[in-house]
């Protein structure tokens, strides 16, 4: 019982004593002057109750102080000779839920006085009161509170024991998980600088020489630093020590990395993804936009892993809400599909479809659990629907706050004229495929609100166009190279053609056919609407200039030589001027005598780890009127590391493996734009 259910019962219980009491004083006629008094007491005791003052332990010292006032002017009446028995039994095992042992010992010793003063109240009359029967019953009472008492404090006792093990495993436990957090942050750091050491290596090698073995190096890097990351991220789900790092995102380029990420997986080529994001999503929403990715590969390297033909149709939409909107995520693919107790095991993690040693699938089966637990501790839910043999449909719906409410895709107001869809359904060996690319046409057809027509054949358009004013066609590759001249044709007049195509494909030259790379979706289609055959860098992320930081100095502290090689051979790219230190002491001296725009800090080194070498940086920085910027560039990624970095006094967090988008969106928050040419490489 809880310290507020106790605290009522008691009251509770006090209350009722009090009424009978003071029924009974005024039947048998004792004291006129003490029922007003037990009522006052008893509304005092109320009031303290509902107002919760003065503190616990002095409401609790009034109530036994009440009780045991109550009890004695109960007691030592002759009338109640065998009665304060029955109430004080009743009182110790009220009072006993308290867990004082002293509120036990004093009913007791108040039942002796009481007996006592009974017992010399009953001498004017001995021959009436020892009586055989009353001697009997006396001690039978006597016996059963004796025993009482001591069955309270047995309870008492035993209440205090096993508190005191629930102390002690809340303790333990405590101290697994500080010890658990130790050991995530020492693996992160150990088994993620060598893969940083691998990738970087790597891409020097790819920069010098190219080649396919270097670049068999970097991608097998990836998959290792994939599957050490989804380990840590299983174990925070599993032990619910997930932490949100939430940021503003914009919607479109949520969905270019999905795009860009599947065109990097194996199979990739022989699916067809449709990537259907509603045009009145928000522009920009504020979340944990690195879960958001980590949902997203997730999803679709489960769909690609077993789809063998067909496609996969992502939808992205959102539904408003009071505190901002539902962020949806739809998945389907055409794959081997779930039965039930497939779908059952997936939110327990560890599940595989085939877990012979000669499985056809790859991975460590943690991708679903892990999409389950990002999903409940961003406070949203996971659906799966799935049939064996006809494919899986996932839905993730997570709430988020919107930045900027504007869609994310609209077109010009001066937009006039129809659009044809030119696709021929019979090409798709998969029936479903065809159904995706109508449900994305359709979609942004009604987003965007633009007339839209299908046309299956050359003869359907040119019937269309007789009919309507057609300004833009949008067809398939396989559709331009069964009648490419017509369509070079139609490009050559008002008429806008675009062509959804493979990497590699080119149109006719001399044509003015435009190339959207697949996968196909809408912020390309939008782009196009918008610009005509002006249209140029037609994928979301060609919008970005890579930025370079000219006469920018910079000093990387690692107690590691190779990755201090690897971060100066990628940041080089960004024409910053490089120094490095091996320790927390060295960099300290460096930037004492030195004068450097930025400090790049690793956190666990010898001697001097990186938060102190950080604090003793900006501390010297203060007494030499300069101005310290530190990022922590660290293998300790554990969840919530970021925020733990930047509440210690760091200016900006980026994790190794390093990501080079990562390290540009950061040196654009920490920089002052003096320093930032927005101009690219010359």
Known sequence: MNQRKTENFIILLVSFGCISLTLESLLLHWEFWVPPLLIAGAILLWAMNLTGKPSFPVRKGNYLLFAILAVFYHGVHETSYFDVSIVIVLMMVAYSFFDARFMVNIFLAEYGIIMCIQFMLAMSNPEEIFTPLNISRLLLHVAIVIMIYFVCIKLIDDRAETEEIHRKKDEQIEYYNADMEDFLTNISHELRTPVNVVNGMSDVLIKKNGGKEARSIKDAGIRLAYQIEDIQDFTECKREKVMLEEEDYMSTSLVNDVVTSFRMMENAENLELVVDLDPSVPTAMRGDIKKLHKIFRHLLENAVKFTRKGGIYIRLFTEEMDYGANLCIEMTDTGIGMDRKAILAVSEGMYQVNKRRN????????????????????????????????????????????????????????????????????????????????????????????????????????????????TFIFMGQEEYEANPSYFDELSKGDMVVAVSAYAGFHPTPGSCVITMPKPLYGYPVVKILNEGKAAKNIEYADRFVKPVFRNLKALIVDDEPMNLVVATSLFADYHMDIDTAASGQESIRKFCDGDYDVVFMDHMMPEMDGVEAMKLIKEAATDLGKKAVVVALTANSVSGAREMFMKEGFDGFIAKPINLSDFERVMLQVLPESKIDRGGEQ
């Open 359 to 470: 499985r056809s699938s790859g991975g460590i089966g943690l991708g679903l659990f892990i999409v389950y637990g990002f999903a409940h501790r961003m406070g949203g839910f996971v659906k799966i629907e799935s049939e064996k043999g006809n494919g899986t449909t996932v839905r993730v719906t997570i709430p988020q706050r919107v930045a900027d409410a504007h869609p994310c895709l609209a077109i010009d107001g001066n937009f006039t004229g129809d659009i044809l869809f030119h696709v021929r359904s019979g090409k798709y060996k998969v029936p479903k495929v065809r159904d995706f690319y109508r449900y994305m046409a359709t979609h942004v057809a009604r987003g965007i609100r633009v007339p839209l027509y299908s046309a299956e054949t050359v003869q359907e358009i040119e019937r269309l166009r007789e009919k309507l004013n057609v």
